[in-house]
C-alpha cells in the first residue's frame, strides 16, 4: 500500500490494519516457540507493522497530533521488547487492545 492510499484511511482504520498484524505477528511467534512450526517469521511481521506505524506516523491527519506519534512509537518499542523476551503474548496483545480501544 502506498502512502496516499494509506491516507485516505481513517485514523481507526489504519490502527486496525497495524493490529490484525500484531495479532499475526504474536500468533507466529508463538506457535515458533511452542515448536509448532520450524520458521519464525517475526522480522516479517515486525518489519510491516513498523511500516505501518511510520505510514501512520507520516499521514498529515495524525502528524499534527503529536500525541498520536508518540503513542504509536512506544508502542512499537513494546511489541519489540515482546520479540526480545522481555514481555509476555498475552501482555502485548491487552496493551495493544487497551492502546487501540482509548485511542480510536
Do not use: C
Request: aromatic residues 12%; glycine residues 4%; proline residues 1%.
Amino acid at each position: 500500500m502506498t502512502q496516499q492510499s494509506w491516507n485516505k484511511l481513517t485514523f481507526f482504520e489504519q490502527l486496525s490494519n497495524i493490529d490484525g498484524e500484531v495479532k499475526r505477528l504474536v500468533d507466529d511467534h508463538e506457535s515458533y516457540l511452542q515448536g509448532n512450526k520450524q520458521t519464525d517469521n517475526s522480522d516479517f511481521y515486525i518489519g510491516k507493522i513498523d511500516r505501518l506505524i511510520r505510514m501512520t506516523v507520516f499521514d498529515p491527519k495524525n502528524s499534527s497530533k503529536g500525541y498520536r506519534v508518540l503513542e504509536l512509537m512506544d508502542e512499537l518499542n513494546e511489541i519489540k521488547d515482546y520479540l526480545a523476551g522481555k514481555e509476555s503474548a498475552d501482555y502485548i496483545t491487552r496493551y495493544w487492545n487497551q492502546y487501540t480501544n482509548a485511542i480510536s
